[in-house]
């Protein structure tokens, strides 16, 4: 015993011992963008506030990691990335379907000889081209195969074999789970960073006008014209070359670097279509309105010589006098918009025309475009790496030539805006306002990532700052449109001043051209101006002053400046800005300044403590400012002595507005004052304080802060967002500091409590805000994991009083001494050697662990129910020393937290749960750090934390769970919410499980569970929400050990007999039997002693066995729950060793329990979805349907009491199969992986033990598992999407099918799209990775055609590899369980019916596309079952042989030559074998020959020339065989190839038809016809024939096949024995076709029944004429011939009726009503063939010379169409001039024809019956069904001529008679007879008449009438211009009586004729009146006139007789023939003008 248990407790430390603590504390030093953080100046004593802003900006992040969480399973899930060079490791599986090349030697284009096909039907012309096998060179041999081996021997052999090169990890090849399901993993939130827009850089390359006189000055920002809004602050730049700048030398006192940058970073949050970028151009202040400085610009250029030149010359030095003058005075110039609607590529935002496209140049945006980018830009944190750049837009240059002038009266932003809007109307802006030549090149790009020397809008360099610099770039400050919800994370304080509009009209007329100078003072004295307004473009950084651009004479000026200022991190009351007016004289005027002052005005910038934004209109004082004046606002000061002089009399006459961007000054009232109170606590200050008008005393300090803390969720939400992490630090720090407050005790905790709850939760609903996939809000998620830390050590304030000194006590109770890393690694050590969890037992001694002894006792440990009371008392604020057990300095986070979460109540109460995330998180965060900081790792687990946090996180726990249990059973449920919350909760159970006592975690998930179970009355919810619960919990990087730790102790409780850990071990003799079967069971015992995985399982169990809506969702989850758990065990290093392996999946072999239970659930993939009813074995058990679902209460006992879970093991021998909802591929394919997965890892041996003892039945399921899997994991291979299956006939679906079809033809997107959608269920997510991975994205949307791969060549290739691999392990793993199946059960002699199961999962995998390793092992399996099981083989299992004979046949025409030679020695081995246990293989030889007939017919791939190579290679096997010699073996086996040999030639002919459809199956025809004798390969050709006619779309064709085979099978049948239910033969077929009694041929001297091998064919039997039958009727349902589908039922129903099947029935009948309705629903618009007679002549021909045929082509061919084809295909036959198509249907005259070309004579005819027929041909179905005679009909007249007059018009009609009637088993039938008839010109005139007249009486008679169609012909009868016309015929034949006797009853049947005609006319004009509308009245009066005048013309020669026709008639007695020859004797013409 002691020696197992130390091999375990080996183990449990391969898989790291359960540490005594997971969890780290790390401090990871904040990354900074800048070089150095951006800090306030030195040296300035801050603020508390400040300091508090500044030191969280730059304090490092705290993070608790896990220690191990490199290993666990969530971690190595995500990085299954980092796996990427995974696949190289993996070899290249070789399948046969990626290296066909479909043998396309023989298809060569180009001209080509059609074969003659020899007429007569017998074999040996058809094998005449025989080519001589012995000539081939046979393929290497195996050389043991003929060697005597042991079975035995041979079977360890192959498992070597096996053995040998596996790949270990099978999941590691799998997909990996679907994301959604994968609860567990826990998305790391993004770090706080400082928010970035889409960044875009902009470099200007060259401003310059036509001439260069003077320096110009850039100014470039971005605006917003739909919001109106400037959106980013101005970049200043300059152009100069350096001669002009030296103009202003004397005014630049010095220039620093960092204002010549010429590029600029630009920021955007929100882009769209209406932002531009506008450059404003300013220009040296000089003499003159800007229209007049402009002119120049405008006229002159600076290439002109001569006088110009001077002229410039002249201007250059008026401006350098200019400059050195004014040089600091700027004027308004020009300006030039840029739209960026294209840099934005906002083609999903809205389309619009990109404007100004000539100013902007066309911008190629390619890839990625950037979805929605604004809206997803607010909704997500906004981490640098999903702000990508807005679009992959390239680099794009601008030269722009126009300029806008500026106007001096329209110079503010709202004209800016009104300009810019015209301008994106039309680019008319033009014409209104004058525009200046120049050139402006710039260049616009997405901004690198890291570009190098770069400065922030600060002046801070940016990382990486290279030494060697130039220019910098610049960063340049976004005004985003709308808030930003990014918490500030920099150290950010700057002002901006935008002076607007002053109004000086009333001013004297000295102020004209005003300027403003703008000062930032800290003092009244000038000199106390400070350094902090920014530079512009060259000059020092920052200056003290700054001018405004001045507008020449101008009163009541606009300004559009905008003063960027650096404020001072500490402001008093004596900052202020300062305005200075002054007007500036452009002229020099002797003596006088430049500048007159002309007033002042200024705005002090703290108002009550609070810095003033927002808009002013200021006062202007005009004289020098008094004393003081800064401290009070100018609109406010107070009178003084002597008084101030204003302008207008202290009105505002100067408007500017003031911004900050700061994250120190908050800009919210109700933040400012939290914070102010909060400071005041925490500093000593003097009583009462002033917060904005109020004062506050020490008195009322407390309840201030109490209604501050509370309004703090009033503020707004940026400010608070942006503040957020101070806002939480300090609520944090209230809630456990003990403030005491004049003497008196404040407690704030539950305030502040209450004040976080409320923060979480308007962050949760505000809907600007993002949340990550667990609904958790980013910012909150961020805050906690990064920022959040232990409140700072407390120091207890004490305020004695106003003024009197603080006491500051300090309570450090932390240390950050941390044991050093040694002896941390010492002490692990230890622990190794040590129980996990209890330090003073060391394994060895087998007691148990102390909290598995908690759990399995299930007792609930026993709560104190009195302590609610207890802590009620302790919140009053007294602080009572007898409540209060904790001292009070002494209050740690973690209970303090808890302890609000549980007496929290109402609203509060229930935004703590349904968010309880965040405070599950702060609680195990704050845990954490307690641990960390009071080192309890040295105390063991129990007593870390105290039994009263231990009984408040117990409360939470079970209040949580009743939470989600009431969301859930609430009538408006919120299943969503639900979720979400036990998502949390498994979450923080997991975490617990890391720092606290394991069996006290364990119990509240044991109480979670029976809670849950208890509350929840649907099933479907109760198994979801426990499965994502146990899903995290599993996922825990030591779920192993909490759970194979169990294993370790000898006797765990509960449990005497020996652990599964003692029974996996070496010694394995004393099995116990029933133990082994009880390991593969889910028993009460697994379940105490494997925890977590026993809940999982019966989870698992619960949901695949209930029914019910939803559930199949559930199933998924369980399923995938499991599978992510195995993927983790196969991606942990850990688990890598094989014993450790070994132990784990012992862990889940009760799985293998449930998914036997669950089989008849699963997907079916070896059959297409058309047909998923079909049952797979033949089990009496399957039929049997259970007793419906499962009671509700038995669920609930099943689900949620742990203990009574019936046992699987009984129910699978007792019980019969369930019939429940079948799972979805996806789930099965996940469930299957599963399985196979534990099959390989299990110890094998245990395997066999288990199978071996098992029930037959038991193995059977185990058999029908295996064969589905092998189906489920076969290779698709890379081609998958446009491979079409060509297994069994596909089931053609309706029309629409066709249409696809049509589509899938057309190429391009659409096809492809199509495509991808019809790959079928069973396909999407194959093992073959890749197709889905393609396509699953992006299923919806259109790709461009050539888009179409999104992945790279590589990368399919690398899926392709992994996919190949993992079906290779998959089916090698099935191999082996066979290998398992089959050695275990024979031992134990019960192998009768296991055999065949065994082989029919061997033949399937062969049947699917597999590599030449499996092939191999397969083949070599094979191969030793036929040696042991030989005999058995052939009797027994019939049809799994011939099955097995085709497979192995197929593989022997393989192109790879490994798989060829395994191939061909199991086929010889398979003869040698039959020969000898039968001594006669007739029957092997029978299957191989029908194998071998079918394969040629259906696979249009197949390669005959390595088939021969394989028959060559038997043959030499035969010749070498040393013991078979002697027999006639050999000989036998030479006469079945060379039979087969023909067979193949066969085959050669069909390649050559490929291409001509008709050929190819007149060759099949033929080769069928051939097999007369032989009915199974004559079944087999008919079979491959309807396969082809199916592919052709001929389905009526098809289903004849069917119904000629089924014919052939009756009449083996009725041979066979006498059963009056079965069809006598063929004849019984007659109904359905007149051509089936050409199967009777087999008659009784051909076929004796008895002979082996002889139609021992599946379908030789009642369920295969049945079966044939079926499929025929389908065909002819899909064919459109209904009537014949009930014929064919009714062969089948008496059958169906004679075995009681009614279920069949019912199935047949519904199949016949449907068949009917569509008769009666369809009536004439059915569309059945459309028929041409086709005639070859020429000698190019061969034996088609001179023969005509009958081809039937679908319902509206029209005769181009097949002509065309025809042409088409001959011409590339015989080359395309070499074909001639006869235009006309006369008789051709071989004579005339060219004897070097084709001809093709086509015409189209129409069937044709005798008059007597159609008495029985009624319905529109019988004149098209059966037919044999069709009639063609030519005109001609006597001269040779088609057509002539009416007089002279003959015709002929040819009726030609076909060999067989249509529709038959071919579209084409030969002709075999022509008769023709000649009608007379009269004749023609009496059969057109009678057309007319008959499409008169319809068109009258139809029901309902159709006005139309009346009024189409009545037109055509009686309109007054029809040529030809009734009157023209009637002139032309009645005009006057025929001279020849002969003619008179023609004439007189055409009378009758018109007198029909004519009343026929009238009748329809009749109907015509009252059918028309109103508006036809004219039409109809128009038609009646006609039909008059018609009749009118026609009457005399209608009325007219003949009267030789009228005599009366002589009366004759005689026979009747004698009647006939005198009854029209003519007497003499005497009464010829007698009338009757």
Known sequence: ????????????????????????????????????????????????????????????????????????????????????????????????????????????????????????????????????????????????????????????????????????????????????????????????????????????????????????????????????????????????????????????????????ARSAVFSVTYPSSDIYLVIKIEKVLQQGEIGDCAEPYMVLKESEAGKTKEKIEKLKAQAESFCQRLGKYRMPFAWIPISLTNFFNLSTLEREIPEAEGLNGRFINDKRATLLQARRLSERSLSSEDSYPVSNFKTISLTLNTFFKQEGDRLSDEDLFKFLADFKRSSSLQRRIKTLPGTLKLEISPAPENLGYCLTPELQPVKPFPENRNRPHKEILEFPIREVYVPHTIYRNLLYVYPQRLNFANRPASARNITIKIQFMCGEDPSCALPVIFGRSSGPEFVQEIYTAITYHNKSPDFYEEVKIKLPAKLTEKHHLLFTFYHISCQPKQGASVETLLGYSWLPILLNDRLQTGHYCLPVALDKLPFHYSIHSPEKVPSQTPPIKWVEGHKGVFSVEVQAVSSVHTQDNHLEKFFTLCHSLESQVTFPIRLMDQKITEATLEHELKLSIICLNSSRLEPLVLFLHLVLDKLFQLAVQPMVIAGQTANFSQFAFESVVAIVNSLHNSKDLSKDQHGRNCLLASYVYYVFRLPDPQREVVKQGAGSSAILTESRYYTFGRTSAMAVGSKLLQSRVISCSNPDITVTQTATDEEVKNIMSSKPMDHSSSRMSFYVEGTNDMPSVSASPRPSNKKHFHEELALQMVVSTGMVRESVFKYAWFFFELLIKSMAQYVHNLEKQDNPRRSRFSDRFKDDITTIVSVVTSEIAALLVKPPKESEQAEKINISLAFFLYDLLSLMDRGFVFNLIKHYCNQLSNKLNSLSTLISMRLEFLRILCSHEHYLNLNLFFMTSASAPASPSPSLSSQNSSSCSSFQDQKIAGMFDLSAEYRQQHFLTGLLFTELAAALDTDGEGISKVQRKAVSAILSLLSSHDLDPRCSKKEVKIKIAALYLPLVGIILDSLPQLHDFTISDGRSGKGRTGNPEEEQESAGAINQNVALAIAGNQFNLRSSGMSLVSLPYRQSATLGPDTTRNLLICFLWIMKNADQNLIQKWIADLPSMQLNRILDLLFICVSCFEYKGKQSSDKVSTQALQKSRDVKARLEEALLRGEGARGEMMKRCRIPAGNDRSAGLNENLRWRKEQTHWRQANERQDKTKAELDQEALISGNLATEANLIILDMQENIIQASFAAECRDNLLGGVLKVLVNSLGCDQSTTYLTHCFATLRALIAKFGDFLFEEEVEQCADLCQRVLHHCSSSIDITRTQACATLYLLMRYSFSSTSNFARVKMQVTMSLASLVGKSPDFNEEFLRRSLRTILAYAEEDADMQATPFPIQVEELLCNLNSILSDTVKMREFQEDPEMLMDLMYRIAKGYQTSPDLRLTWLQNMAEKHTKRKCYTEAAMCLVHAAALVAEYLSMLEDRNYLPVGSVSFQNISSNVLEESAVSDDVLSPDEDGICSGRYFSESGLVGLLEQAAELFGTGGLYETVNEVYKIVIPILEAHRDFRKLTLTHSKLQKAFDSIINKGQKRMF?????????????????????????????????????????????????????????????????????????????????????????????EKNFNLCRFMYTTPFTMDGRPRGELSEQYKRNTILTTMHAFPYIKTRINVIQKEEFILTPIEVAIEDMRKKTQELTAATNQEPPDAKMLQMVLQGSVGATVNQGPLEVAQVFLAEIPADPKLYRHHNKLRLCFKEFIMRCGEAVEKNKRLITADQREYQQELRKNYGKLKENLRPMIERKIPELYKPVVKVHSTRESFRNHSFRKYDAQTSSQST
């Not at 030195?42 to 490199?70: A, F, M, P, S």
């Not at 081996?149 to 997909?175: C, G, I, K, M, W």
């Not at 994968?182 to 036509?210: M, S």
């Not at 021909?1741 to 001959?1770: C, M, N, W």
Request: hydrophobic fraction near 30%; charge should be negative.
């Open 1 to 260: 015993m002691t020696r197992l248990n130390n091999l375990d407790s080996e183990l449990a430390q391969e898989l790291g011992d359960f540490p005594e603590d997971d969890l780290d504390i790390v401090f990871t030093p904040k990354e900074c963008r800048t070089l150095q953080p951006s800090m306030p100046e030195d040296g300035v004593e801050l603020d508390l506030h400040v300091r508090d802003c500044v030191q969280t900006y730059i304090r490092e992040w705290l993070i608790v990691n896990r220690k191990n969480q490199g290993n666990s399973d969530t971690c190595s899930l995500k990085n299954k990335g980092s796996r990427k060079d995974f696949h190289k490791t993996l070899q290249k599986q070789t399948f046969e379907s990626e290296t066909l090349d479909s043998g396309d030697a023989n298809f060569q284009a180009g001209p080509r000889h059609v074969p003659a096909l020899p007429e007569e039907a017998s074999r040996t012309t058809l094998a005449s081209s025989d080519f001589d096998l012995r000539s081939l060179q046979p393929d290497p041999r195996l050389e043991n195969l003929l060697r005597h081996v042991s079975a035995e021997e041979f079977e360890r052999q192959n498992e070597e074999a096996r053995r040998t090169n596996r790949h270990a990890e099978l999941l590691a090849l799998y997909p990996a789970v679907d994301e959604e399901d994968a609860v567990e993993i826990r998305p790391v939130p993004d770090c706080p960073k400082e928010h970035l827009g889409n960044r875009i850089l902009v470099k200007l390359q060259t401003l310059k006008f036509d001439i260069e006189i003077e320096p110009l000055f850039a100014c470039i920002a971005l605006y917003d014209i739909k919001e109106r809004k400037k959106i980013s602050e101005n970049f200043h730049c300059d152009l100069n070359p350096d001669s002009l700048r030296g103009f202003l030398r004397s005014h630049t006192p010095s220039i620093d670097l960092s204002t010549q």
């Open 1729 to 1821: 063939g459309t028929y041409f007679r086709v005639g070859f002549y020429g000698s190019k021909f061969g034996d088609l010379d001179e023969q005509e045929f009958v081809y039937k082509e679908p319902a509206i061919t029209k005769l181009p169409e097949i002509s065309h084809r025809l042409e088409g295909f001959y011409g590339q036959c015989f080359g395309e001039d070499a074909v001639e198509v006869i235009k006309d249907s006369a008789p051709v005259d071989k004579r005339k024809l060219d004897p070097n070309k084709a001809y093709i004579q086509i015409t189209f005819v129409e069937p044709y019956f005798d008059e007597y027929e159609m008495k029985d041909r009624v319905t529109y179905f």
